[in-house]
């Protein structure tokens, strides 16, 4: 049994004036400094911004997901938010704001993408030329040996991520327009591959596996719904909508649950013109039109 989630976290920091999540410097992994060690302590006023409640409920997840174990065909469990924290943390405070009405939802991490960056759907062209987001980036513990992380230095193509940022790339000139009412998250932040080397989404895992690491997820979703305040999530995919429909009306949330098609080069249907299909539903939802406004 692989324990994939049983790992240290890092956190954010630890200055009281910033109101982030404290963290010890006591136990510290490969590809880690001292600023990014584990541990998860509100600060001392209590409070918190949008952005510091929303990493404290990733760390939270985090704590919750230590215990779990993955057997065949999961090999390697790769965390972005252990080894990519410094730009997931940026990421999260530079865009994850208050006023925010729609939540993108992701499944998981992909290799080429959040994999490497942290930032979901994170293909490295849109995370630095249009996020302006940089740092430095570690590595998982375990690697497969073809799937290193090598950052912001990837050059292998994300194409979901260059699909899905490259359309809200045109329509916002300025990535500050989109994330003033959107934001994006993955319902799950762990990343799984097979001895291959094969990507493996949540779904291909084996039942009760897959139930136990959903169940915790859908609950950490719930609290982040919650830290938005969003009133509209959109499923990326089908299953990811699944999810966040079922976790969401289990708690009574107000928050109504869409999907837009998955931007994978798996899914046949993308692959013949996905951004005009996205188009077409983001019209339908409203969500078109509230973008539009902001560039304007």
Same mark, same amino acid.
């Given at each position: 049994m692989l324990n994939g989630a049983g790992l240290d976290r890092s956190a954010v920091s630890t200055d009281p004036e910033e109101q982030q999540p404290q963290r010890d410097s006591s136990t510290l992994l490969p590809g880690e400094d001292a600023c990014v060690a584990a541990g998860l302590a509100r600060s001392p006023g209590g409070g918190g911004s949008v952005s510091w409640l929303f990493l404290q409920a990733e760390l939270e997840l985090d704590l919750h997901l230590r215990g779990l174990s993955f057997s065949e065909p999961v090999r390697f469990v790769y965390n972005p938010l252990q080894y990519a924290w410094n730009l997931h943390r940026s990421f999260v405070e530079t865009y994850c704001k208050a006023g925010v009405r729609v939540l993108f939802l992701g499944m998981n991490p992909g290799p080429f993408g959040m994999g490497q960056t942290g930032v979901p759907f994170g293909e490295v062209k849109s995370v630095v030329e249009w996020m302006q987001i940089s740092g430095e980036v570690g590595r998982p513990p375990e690697e497969h040996p073809k799937r290193r992380v090598v950052?912001?230095?990837?050059?292998q193509s994300e194409v979901s991520g260059a699909r899905f940022w490259g359309f809200f790339r045109k329509l916002c000139h300025d990535p500050h327009l989109?994330? @003033?009412?959107?934001?994006?998250? /993955? !319902?799950?932040?762990?990343?799984?591959?097979? %001895? %291959? =080397?094969? /990507?493996?989404?949540?779904? *291909?895992?084996? @039942?009760?596996e897959r139930e136990a690491l959903l169940a915790q997820c859908d609950a950490a979703l719930c @609290? $982040?719904?919650?830290?938005? =305040?969003? %009133? !509209? $999530?959109? =499923? $990326?995919?089908? $299953?990811? *909508?699944? @999810?966040?429909r079922k976790a969401l009306s289990t708690v009574g949330s107000s928050a109504r649950v869409e999907g837009i098609m998955h931007p994978s080069p798996r899914n046949p249907a993308a692959n013949k013109g996905w951004e005009a299909v996205a188009r077409g539903r983001l &019209? *339908?939802?409203?969500?078109? %039109?509230?973008?539009? &406004?902001? *560039?304007r």
């Amino acid at each position: 049994m692989l324990n994939g989630a049983g790992l240290d976290r890092s956190a954010v920091s630890t200055d009281p004036e910033e109101q982030q999540p404290q963290r010890d410097s006591s136990t510290l992994l490969p590809g880690e400094d001292a600023c990014v060690a584990a541990g998860l302590a509100r600060s001392p006023g209590g409070g918190g911004s949008v952005s510091w409640l929303f990493l404290q409920a990733e760390l939270e997840l985090d704590l919750h997901l230590r215990g779990l174990s993955f057997s065949e065909p999961v090999r390697f469990v790769y965390n972005p938010l252990q080894y990519a924290w410094n730009l997931h943390r940026s990421f999260v405070e530079t865009y994850c704001k208050a006023g925010v009405r729609v939540l993108f939802l992701g499944m998981n991490p992909g290799p080429f993408g959040m994999g490497q960056t942290g930032v979901p759907f994170g293909e490295v062209k849109s995370v630095v030329e249009w996020m302006q987001i940089s740092g430095e980036v570690g590595r998982p513990p375990e690697e497969h040996p073809k799937r290193r992380v090598v950052g912001l230095q990837c050059t292998q193509s994300e194409v979901s991520g260059a699909r899905f940022w490259g359309f809200f790339r045109k329509l916002c000139h300025d990535p500050h327009l989109f994330f @003033r009412h959107c934001f994006v998250h /993955n !319902l799950c932040p762990l990343m799984f591959m097979a %001895s %291959s =080397g094969k /990507n493996l989404t949540p779904p *291909e895992l084996k @039942r009760a596996e897959r139930e136990a690491l959903l169940a915790q997820c859908d609950a950490a979703l719930c @609290r $982040v719904v919650r830290v938005l =305040g969003v %009133s !509209l $999530v959109i =499923g $990326v995919g089908r $299953v990811a *909508e699944h @999810r966040a429909r079922k976790a969401l009306s289990t708690v009574g949330s107000s928050a109504r649950v869409e999907g837009i098609m998955h931007p994978s080069p798996r899914n046949p249907a993308a692959n013949k013109g996905w951004e005009a299909v996205a188009r077409g539903r983001l &019209e *339908e939802l409203g969500v078109l %039109s509230l973008l539009m &406004e902001a *560039e304007r």
